[in-house]
């Protein structure tokens, strides 16, 4: 397809993007509208320097790669280059989302209707707090290509679909944010989601109606589903990057494989090919996706890798290598990661507490040796019973102490698609997941 330089490695990754918006506020149409980009980025290595440029003429790559090469150095042994090796060489043609199930023919008309008919059946005007209420859709739809001068000729595409529901109460004076965000891969998947959005309103309503301040203090806790995909995301999915370890000495020498790092309950696996929102068949170096076991029954077994992290580290490369767009250089970035599912019953998780909070929802969370997690709803658990909502205002533990404390993994699995990782001032799409887990003992403020 193109003609790329002797002696030099050569990629070109091309998108092609089309997006769709709408969005209405107390009932006043607030955004509508249809976009379309398409760009390219073309780089050449000669072992020492990256050559780089971006266009969005994509009839220009060609001169692009020659302006490129005259400015790099020939290097004979380039494709013994340890970082050139671990770039892919695939060939292959993926495209899901391009016959009847393609969110791009949903036309205006729906789009419009499916929001106005969940405003009509959502929105309360009899709730005294209920202040504001927004409701939007979302679809964007993405065709990628990667080439490369080892041979590589990849064409996959993604898409994604969502709406969302939020109000906003006032209750003495606090305002209160309550709603559903839903995102999927089709249309017809956004439909019928009513009771969701109502049970979700009523719960947080209640809550800004009755919580009470909780007791700072320490507590064994109860995280939800939605709660455990975010301490898996956060407190250990970025800490197993290797990005994060080239550097640091010290880290790779604790971060061994083979240590043993957690309760043997205790699982946690990231993969790209599963039909979820961290969807990445192919990585943005030409990988393709792989099953990467993290943790295994407490054990450290795996961690993520781009093509320089695995060289620098000897490892395996595990198609972790991925951009923002077009535009953006890629690094390591998670997939779909979740804890592993186990065979507690979630109501005997929270039997099995005399005296805790279940954290039923979070605004945010970080992870680093500490993590922090701001709940948005709690609630006391006191003799085996969930009691009266509490506020608590952030939620913290050691990560590695946290991993041990876990003494109960739910059978509730639910992996969420509903996730925006930022990196680096990078986003990239990701799902997160896990089921009701319970903690020894969280410090709760």
């Keep these: 397809m193109y003609k790329f330089p002797d002696n030099l490695f050569t990629e070109v990754r091309i998108e092609k993007t089309e997006n769709n918006y709408y969005f209405v506020k107390n009932g006043e149409v607030e955004g509508n509208g249809r976009s379309a980009v ?19 003429n994509l009839d220009s790559i060609q001169s692009e790669i020659d302006n490129l090469a005259s ?39 729906e789009r419009d209707k499916l929001i106005n008919n969940y405003i009509a059946s959502c929105v309360d005007h009899s709730i005294e707090e209920m202040k504001t209420y927004y409701a939007s859709y979302g679809s964007g739809h993405k065709i990628k290509e990667y080439y ?24 003495d004076g606090i305002t209160i ?14 439909k019928n989601r009513e009771q969701e959005i109502i049970a979700e309103r009523d719960r947080y309503l209640d809550y800004a109606r009755n919580a009470v301040d909780v007791e700072a203090g320490d507590y064994t806790c109860v995280l939800s589903p939605v709660v455990t995909a975010m301490f898996t995301h956060e407190s250990f999915g970025h800490k197993s990057e290797s990005d994060f370890m080239l550097n640091d000495r010290t880290l790779q020498e604790e971060w061994v494989m083979g240590k043993k790092v957690g309760n043997e309950k205790v699982s946690i696996c990231d993969s790209g090919d599963m039909q979820n929102n961290g969807y990445t068949p192919f990585d943005d170096e030409g990988n393709p996706a792989k099953e990467t076991w993290l943790i295994k029954n407490g054990v450290l077994t795996g961690r993520l890798h781009d093509a320089k992290s695995a060289s620098v580290l000897n490892e395996e490369i595990t198609g972790n290598a991925r951009a923002q767009s077009y535009y953006h250089s890629p690094m390591v970035r998670m997939t779909n990661t979740y804890l592993e599912k186990g065979t507690d019953i979630s109501e005997d998780i929270i039997g099995g507490v005399e005296d805790g909070i279940y954290v039923y929802g979070v605004n945010y969370g970080t992870g680093s040796a500490t993590f922090t997690m701001q709940p948005n709803l709690c609630y006391r658990i006191r003799g085996g019973k969930l009691c009266e909502p509490v506020r608590a205002n952030v939620i913290t533990g050691n990560v590695f102490k946290t991993l041990f404390d876990i003494d109960a993994v739910g059978n ?20 997160a997941g896990g089921p009701t887990i319970r903690v020894k003992k969280l410090t709760v403020n």
Excluded at 83 to 97: E, P, Q
């Design 148 to 171: 490369s001068s080892k041979g590589a000729s990849i064409r996959h595409d993604m898409q994604r679909c969502n709406l969302s529901l939020y109000f906003d109460f006032v209750v």
């Design 71 to 109: 400015l790099a150095t020939p290097n004979r042994e380039i494709y013994n280059d340890p970082i050139i090796r671990n770039f892919g060489d695939a060939r292959a043609d993926i495209l899901k989302y391009n016959g009847e199930n393609d969110n791009r023919k949903i036309a205006n008309e």
């Design 177 to 190: 944010s309550a709603g559903k965000y839903f995102q999927e891969l089709g249309f017809e998947a956004l």
């Design 412 to 431: 509730d699995f639910i992996l969420f698609d509903t996730y925006t990782c930022g990196k680096n001032g990078q986003s990239a799409p990701v799902s």
């Design 38 to 56: 398409v760009g390219a980025k073309i780089r050449i290595y000669d072992g020492e320097m990256w050559y780089t440029s971006v266009t969005n």
